[in-house]
Each structure stands twice: as structure tokens, then as C-alpha cells.
């Protein structure tokens, strides 16, 4: 399992080095073993394990999992059809999953932080224009055949060209080619990019051998189609078994070439990773109750959460609840408004649309007041714009005034409070003004365009049949000003392809936009202008603007951490204030349910949170379980 995670610290660039610096201008960087992008690498070059973990897990047993909706594919890296669970993007946006390493491994416990994986070391020059690695040589694919130079460039070339996510993710990346018999280099546009040589070994590598051969009925692979023939994999697990759509198994490779290393010691310690597709949310709750389907659930309603754990299982102690603190990233939740659709490309209609939206009323009723308002691209972390800009937020702001909206440089943002009778009306009155300033009088109790006529429609994309119970109370203040208000409930495939091909009016995507704390070049493909034409990006809502795709570039090649704070704080302001979301709610903790077969080391990564890979099956408790079934 790939994390990405990181947080503040005073030093902005420190590095574990298999020797001392001797000249930090020395022509050539020496060879280091880890890299943080903040603040210095927990351990050193000689490490042995993680220090949460315990190195003498024992190995066997399934972890049982569910995915929503269906698969019908087996290659992640194209934007058509919808890959398996265990492939990326499924863990992370940026990453091999559980069949492909990467070049270097994100360390669950610290924030901005990557040890060796395929790669054994990497250096790079004090102003950040290229990066080198040495590749491991005991790397190997499942097949016997070592991890190349040439599968590391053919790998990104192939990536970069035709997915957008990397294409964005990598825009910097000039060239790439090898410069030794272990050794690849990665040239970079222009120097100042902090992140980029530490980002360089999240992507996966791929076995060009593999994809340029022939399958067994002698026909040319095609990495740039779908299929359904297993790939060749080089992590701890490939894939056993599936059946399209339904389930797919996934084994734990006995000589997996970097189970040693300290990055896997006492992880990855499921003989069997099992996922099974469910069409809906409700049909999957009733498989976990029901055990040995589903064996640890992170708990996304805070309706079960609170009053759904009732069952027998639960009440006799099989299934346990837990919670955990989070603090690996930032994140945006929203109703996501589609500003290719001309009905939201005035901002004064955006922001109407934030004055219908009755948050207080829903996290009364709905959410137990346990859920936080989203109140920035950020939530969560330091790096959310609060108050008034500080003198460096200005500084930056001060190069694109006269592109942004004036209120970013005077106001505080802050998001209408629906918290009495009287508030709700008073907003309502103000998105009627706000509605009517924009082209649209009310008539007959609809909003019409003032010239055309034309009634004013929104319709909501969801992906499940629950989504209907957060989207009603919404609909229902829209229709109370006017708006023709619907919901189309589609299947998760169709939600996936309508979502890929931005075809929609509003939407709210089945997972959070997750931010870094060290944000950096995937704020292109989330805000960038030429992201938003690009399908299967994440700039879902459409984002075209200059001043915007300026204040990211800030963010890439800001010099220190003060001025990486100062220039997405004041990205932040600009996204808010053009309105393109409709914020909803979060919540700073990890909610999980388990059914009680799991041994746990004593503590979790303080970092993330949990870390399921560091857990094993504890046959003791898994023979139990399975008495009580009888």
C-alpha cells in the first residue's frame, strides 16, 4: 500500500546520506538514501524497520475486503474502462499499488519522506535541476528478470505521454535517459523545484519486456488499451485470480525481491488479499455485518457510526470499533460546480449557490454535530487560508491584482451560517440578489434568464442511492428560490465515465480531494488551466485562469517552506473566492471497524493513522470467529 504524506517543519529540504557532506557545492551530489521534503529523515541509512511495526509478524491468512461498483480492467493507466481494486490509482493518485514498485517508498510515519525501493540511493545538484538514481540490483520482476534503466525510461515516457495524471504531475521533466549501468537521470525545465526529485520515485515502474511481448494467443500487447490479462507485477503481491466485475485475489509473492528491506520488514503480511465488488453502499454494509466479506471498514457515515453499530457481532465483541487521529493531509469535499456548463460561469451564480446550501440544519440532523465544515482547498492543515492575507500572502497576491477577485486582498472568507430561522431567510434573499445581479428573475416562483426566458436547471450526478439523503436537503432550498433541482442516480460505471468525460452538472466525486502539506506540480492537474480540458484530470470543475495557473506556480518553486505556506494560502484565497465548490463537511478523525482476527503492533503510524499492511491474521482469534459462525 502506497501513502503520500507530510506536514510542517521548520527545514524545508534535509536528507539521510550514506556519508557526510563534505562541500554542500561539491560538482558532483553525493549518493543519499532517503529524502525528505520536510524536515530530516526519521531513520538512518542502516535502519532495520520502521519503528511502529512488528518485524516478527507472522505471514498467512486473507484480508477481505469489498470495492464499490465493478471492474473491467486490469491496466490502471488509461482512462478507459475502470481498473481493479489493489491497482492504482485505487490507493493513490501517484503510486504502483500492490503490483508495481516504485523507484523510491513513501514512509508511512513521516510526512514528506521516501526510502529506496528499486532505487538503493539518488542525488541531485543544490539548485534541483536533475535528479539521478542507482538502481538496486537484487530488483526483479516476478518473472526472474532484473529491474532496468531501460524499463525506468520507458516506463515514464510511456506514463507521461498518455496519462494525463503524470503528464501533469511531471510537466517539469524535460528528459530522461541512462547514465550508467545502474544509473538513470531525470533533467528538469528549470531548477527551484523543491519537490520534484523526491517526487520523481513515486511513479510506478513498469516491465517493458512484458508489455512490448506478445500474450498467449500471440497477439501484441497494448499498454495504451484495457485488458484483462494479468499484468507482470514486481511488488510483494500479483494477482491470482478474478472474475470481471465481481471479485478480484490477490497473493503475497514468496520471493518477492525486496521483502528484506527495511521499508517491508514486518509488513505486507496477508497471503491473500481478497476483494469483492458491490453495486451500492447498502449492499456492502450488510456484507460486513455479515463477516468474512468485509474484514475492517474505514466508517464513512457517521449515522452507523453512531447508532448503525447494533448488530449481533458487535454487541458480543467480533467487530470492534476504533478511531485515530488524522494528520497526514489536507483536503477539499464539495459540491463540485462544472464552469464548462454556461449556466456557472458567473461567479455571482457560484456563489448564490453557497448561500442555498444549509449546512448547520444538516449537521444537526444528519451528522450528530460531529462533522466539521470544509472552509478551505485545504482543510485541515496549515497551509488553509485564515483571517486576513499576512504581508507575504500579499506580496504573492500583489502579482496577479486586477486578475482575482478584490475581496481577496480586504476580506476574510467565510462561508454563509445557516444557525436560526431568520439566517435562512436572509440568505436565501441574498442568493435571489445574487441570482438576479447574474441575469435571472424569479417568475411565476422559477428563476428564468431575464432574456431568454429559459428556466434555471441543475442537475446533480450521484453514484449511489444514498447520496440522495446529503443532496435532498440541498435540492429543496434550491427549488424554495426557484431552481429546477433534480439528482440522476447513475452505476458506478457510468458515474466513472460521466465523471472522466466531465459530464455533469454538479457532482460530488466518491472520495475527498486529498491534498499533500507539501503541495506542489498535482496542483496542475487538480486547478491548472490545461488540466481542465484534459479528461480524467482532477480539475473536474473546469478551471480556466491565468491568475490561478500563476499562484501554482508559485507553489511549485517557492525556495523555502515560509514562502510554500505564504503561495498556497493565497492560492487558496482565489479558489474560494471564485466560488467553484460548494464546500460540505470533513471530519479530523479516522473511523474504522474491524471484525476481531487481527494481531496490531501496539501503535499505529502517528502520521496517517493506520497502517493495515502492518497487520497479520491472528489464527487464534480467526479459529474463534469461525466456531461462532457454526
Same mark, same amino acid.
Given at each position: 500500500?502506497?501513502?503520500?504524506?507530510?506536514?510542517?517543519?521548520?527545514?524545508?529540504?534535509?536528507?539521510?546520506?550514506?556519508?557526510?557532506?563534505?562541500?554542500?557545492?561539491?560538482?558532483?551530489?553525493?549518493?543519499?538514501?532517503?529524502?525528505?521534503?520536510?524536515?530530516?529523515?526519521?531513520?538512518?541509512?542502516?535502519?532495520?524497520?520502521?519503528?511502529?511495526?512488528?518485524?516478527?509478524?507472522?505471514?498467512?491468512?486473507?484480508?477481505?475486503?469489498?470495492?464499490?461498483?465493478?471492474?473491467?480492467?486490469?491496466?490502471?493507466? &488509461?482512462?478507459?474502462?475502470?481498473?481493479?481494486?489493489?491497482?492504482?490509482?485505487?490507493?493513490?493518485?501517484?503510486?504502483?499499488?500492490?503490483?508495481?514498485?516504485?523507484?523510491?517508498?513513501?514512509?508511512?510515519?513521516?510526512?514528506?519522506?521516501?526510502?529506496?525501493?528499486?532505487?538503493?540511493?539518488?542525488?541531485?545538484?543544490?539548485?534541483?535541476?536533475?535528479?539521478? $538514481?542507482?538502481?538496486?540490483?537484487?530488483?526483479?520482476?516476478?518473472?526472474?528478470?532484473?529491474?532496468?534503466?531501460?524499463?525506468?525510461?520507458?516506463?515514464?515516457?510511456?506514463?507521461?505521454?498518455?496519462?494525463?495524471?503524470?503528464?501533469?504531475?511531471?510537466?517539469?521533466?524535460?528528459?530522461?535517459?541512462?547514465?550508467?549501468?545502474?544509473?538513470?537521470?531525470?533533467?528538469?525545465?528549470?531548477?527551484?523545484?523543491?519537490?520534484?526529485?523526491?517526487?520523481?520515485?513515486?511513479?510506478?515502474?513498469?516491465?517493458?519486456?512484458?508489455?512490448?511481448?506478445?500474450?498467449?494467443?500471440?497477439?501484441?500487447?497494448?499498454?495504451?488499451?484495457?485488458?484483462?490479462?494479468?499484468?507482470?507485477?514486481?511488488?510483494?503481491?500479483?494477482?491470482?485470480?478474478?472474475?470481471?466485475?465481481?471479485?478480484?485475489?490477490?497473493?503475497?509473492?514468496?520471493?518477492? !525481491?525486496?521483502?528484506?528491506?527495511?521499508?517491508?520488514?514486518?509488513?505486507?503480511?496477508?497471503?491473500?488479499?481478497?476483494?469483492?465488488?458491490?453495486?451500492?453502499?447498502?449492499?456492502?454494509?450488510?456484507?460486513?455485518?455479515?463477516?468474512?466479506?468485509?474484514?475492517?471498514?474505514?466508517?464513512?457515515?457517521?449515522?452507523?457510526?453512531?447508532?448503525?453499530?447494533?448488530?449481533?457481532?458487535?454487541?458480543?465483541?467480533?467487530?470492534?470499533?476504533?478511531?485515530?487521529?488524522?494528520?497526514?493531509?489536507?483536503?477539499?469535499?464539495?459540491?463540485?460546480?462544472?464552469?464548462?456548463?454556461?449556466?456557472?460561469?458567473?461567479?455571482?451564480?457560484?456563489?448564490?449557490?453557497?448561500?442555498?446550501?444549509?449546512?448547520?440544519?444538516?449537521?444537526?440532523?444528519?451528522?450528530?454535530?460531529?462533522?466539521?465544515?470544509?472552509?478551505?482547498?485545504?482543510?485541515?492543515?496549515?497551509?488553509?487560508?485564515?483571517?486576513?492575507?499576512?504581508?507575504?500572502?500579499?506580496?504573492?497576491?500583489?502579482? &496577479?491584482?486586477?486578475?482575482?477577485?478584490?475581496?481577496?486582498?480586504?476580506?476574510?472568507?467565510?462561508?454563509?451560517?445557516?444557525?436560526?430561522?431568520?439566517?435562512?431567510?436572509?440568505?436565501?434573499?441574498?442568493?435571489?440578489?445574487?441570482?438576479?445581479?447574474?441575469?435571472?428573475?424569479?417568475?411565476?416562483?422559477?428563476? &428564468?434568464?431575464?432574456?431568454?426566458?429559459?428556466?434555471?436547471?441543475?442537475?446533480?450526478?450521484?453514484?449511489?442511492?444514498?447520496?440522495?439523503?446529503?443532496?435532498?436537503?440541498?435540492?429543496?432550498?434550491?427549488?424554495?428560490?426557484?431552481?429546477?433541482?433534480?439528482?440522476?442516480?447513475?452505476?458506478?460505471?457510468?458515474?466513472?465515465?460521466?465523471?472522466?468525460?466531465?459530464? $455533469?452538472?454538479?457532482?460530488?466525486?466518491?472520495?475527498?480531494?486529498?491534498?499533500?502539506?507539501?503541495?506542489?506540480?498535482?496542483?496542475?492537474?487538480? !486547478?491548472?488551466?490545461?488540466?481542465?480540458?484534459?479528461?480524467?484530470?482532477?480539475?473536474?470543475?473546469?478551471?480556466?485562469?491565468?491568475?490561478?495557473?500563476?499562484?501554482?506556480?508559485?507553489?511549485?518553486?517557492?525556495?523555502?517552506?515560509?514562502?510554500?505556506?505564504?503561495?498556497?494560502?493565497?492560492?487558496?484565497? &482565489?479558489?474560494?473566492?471564485?466560488?467553484?465548490?460548494?464546500?460540505?463537511?470533513?471530519?479530523?478523525?479516522?473511523?474504522?471497524?474491524?471484525?476481531?482476527? $487481527?494481531?496490531?503492533?501496539?501503535?499505529?503510524?502517528?502520521?496517517?493513522?493506520?497502517?493495515?499492511?502492518?497487520?497479520?491474521?491472528?489464527?487464534?482469534?480467526?479459529?474463534?470467529?469461525?466456531?461462532?459462525?457454526?
Amino acid at each position: 500500500m502506497q501513502f503520500r504524506s507530510f506536514v510542517a517543519s521548520l527545514a524545508f529540504l534535509a536528507v539521510t546520506t550514506m556519508a557526510p557532506l563534505s562541500n554542500a557545492r561539491a560538482a558532483e551530489p553525493e549518493w543519499r538514501t532517503a529524502v525528505s521534503v520536510l524536515g530530516e529523515p526519521k531513520y538512518p541509512a542502516d535502519f532495520k524497520h520502521f519503528d511502529y511495526v512488528n518485524p516478527d509478524a507472522p505471514k498467512g491468512g486473507t484480508l477481505n475486503q469489498t470495492a464499490d461498483g465493478s471492474f473491467d480492467s486490469l491496466n490502471p493507466f &488509461v482512462i478507459q474502462g475502470n481498473a481493479a481494486a489493489g491497482l492504482p490509482p485505487s490507493d493513490n493518485p501517484i503510486g504502483g499499488g500492490l503490483l508495481y514498485d516504485t523507484l523510491l517508498s513513501q514512509a508511512p510515519d513521516q510526512p514528506a519522506t521516501n526510502y529506496g525501493l528499486i532505487a538503493e540511493a539518488l542525488a541531485y545538484p543544490d539548485d534541483f535541476s536533475w535528479v539521478k $538514481f542507482r538502481l538496486n540490483p537484487a530488483a526483479k520482476w516476478h518473472d526472474g528478470q532484473p529491474i532496468t534503466v531501460e524499463d525506468v525510461i520507458w516506463s515514464f515516457n510511456t506514463l507521461k505521454t498518455q496519462t494525463p495524471l503524470y503528464n501533469k504531475y511531471y510537466h517539469d521533466v524535460t528528459k530522461v535517459e541512462a547514465t550508467g549501468d545502474r544509473e538513470v537521470t531525470f533533467t528538469f525545465a528549470s531548477g527551484g523545484n523543491r519537490e520534484l526529485p523526491s517526487i520523481m520515485g513515486d511513479f510506478p515502474i513498469l516491465p517493458k519486456h512484458w508489455w512490448e511481448g506478445t500474450d498467449a494467443n500471440g497477439k501484441k500487447r497494448d499498454i495504451s488499451k484495457p485488458t484483462t490479462e494479468i499484468p507482470l507485477g514486481s511488488s510483494a503481491y500479483r494477482i491470482e485470480s478474478f472474475d470481471i466485475g465481481k471479485t478480484i485475489v490477490w497473493t503475497r509473492v514468496p520471493d518477492y !525481491w525486496g521483502k528484506d528491506l527495511p521499508i517491508n520488514v514486518g509488513r505486507q503480511n496477508f497471503e491473500h488479499v481478497r476483494y469483492e465488488y458491490f453495486r451500492d453502499s447498502t449492499a456492502e454494509w450488510e456484507a460486513f455485518k455479515k463477516g468474512g466479506i468485509q474484514d475492517f471498514r474505514p466508517e464513512p457515515s457517521i449515522g452507523k457510526w453512531m447508532r448503525g453499530y447494533d448488530f449481533p457481532a458487535f454487541t458480543r465483541g467480533d467487530v470492534v470499533k476504533a478511531m485515530f487521529p488524522r494528520h497526514s493531509y489536507g483536503l477539499m469535499q464539495g459540491f463540485l460546480l462544472n464552469t464548462r456548463r454556461d449556466k456557472f460561469k458567473d461567479p455571482k451564480v457560484r456563489e448564490a449557490l453557497n448561500f442555498v446550501y444549509d449546512f448547520e440544519t444538516m449537521s444537526k440532523n444528519m451528522f450528530f454535530g460531529q462533522y466539521k465544515r470544509v472552509y478551505s482547498y485545504f482543510t485541515g492543515s496549515e497551509l488553509a487560508a485564515t483571517g486576513l492575507p499576512s504581508s507575504k500572502e500579499l506580496e504573492i497576491l500583489e502579482t &496577479v491584482r486586477g486578475e482575482v477577485p478584490p475581496e481577496v486582498f480586504t476580506k476574510e472568507f467565510k462561508l454563509p451560517v445557516f444557525d436560526s430561522p431568520q439566517a435562512l431567510r436572509d440568505n436565501l434573499r441574498t442568493a435571489i440578489q445574487l441570482m438576479k445581479e447574474a441575469g435571472y428573475e424569479q417568475t411565476g416562483g422559477k428563476l &428564468v434568464d431575464s432574456k431568454t426566458g429559459n428556466p434555471f436547471a441543475i442537475e446533480f450526478l450521484a453514484g449511489d442511492t444514498t447520496d440522495e439523503r446529503f443532496i435532498g436537503p440541498f435540492m429543496e432550498n434550491l427549488r424554495k428560490i426557484g431552481i429546477d433541482a433534480r439528482i440522476r442516480v447513475v452505476d458506478s460505471t457510468q458515474f466513472s465515465s460521466r465523471l472522466t468525460d466531465f459530464d $455533469f452538472d454538479i457532482t460530488t466525486p466518491r472520495s475527498v480531494m486529498v491534498q499533500s502539506l507539501s503541495p506542489g506540480n498535482e496542483q496542475r492537474d487538480f !486547478w491548472g488551466s490545461a488540466a481542465a480540458d484534459s479528461k480524467g484530470s482532477r480539475n473536474y470543475m473546469g478551471i480556466k485562469n491565468p491568475a490561478i495557473d500563476k499562484l501554482i506556480d508559485k507553489v511549485i518553486f517557492a525556495k523555502d517552506r515560509d514562502e510554500l505556506v505564504a503561495a498556497t494560502r493565497a492560492l487558496d484565497r &482565489v479558489l474560494l473566492w471564485n466560488y467553484y465548490v460548494v464546500p460540505q463537511w470533513y471530519d479530523d478523525r479516522i473511523k474504522i471497524a474491524y471484525w476481531n482476527k $487481527f494481531g496490531m503492533p501496539e501503535k499505529q503510524p502517528d502520521y496517517i493513522g493506520i497502517d493495515p499492511f502492518s497487520w497479520w491474521i491472528d489464527t487464534a482469534k480467526e479459529q474463534a470467529l469461525k466456531a461462532k459462525a457454526q
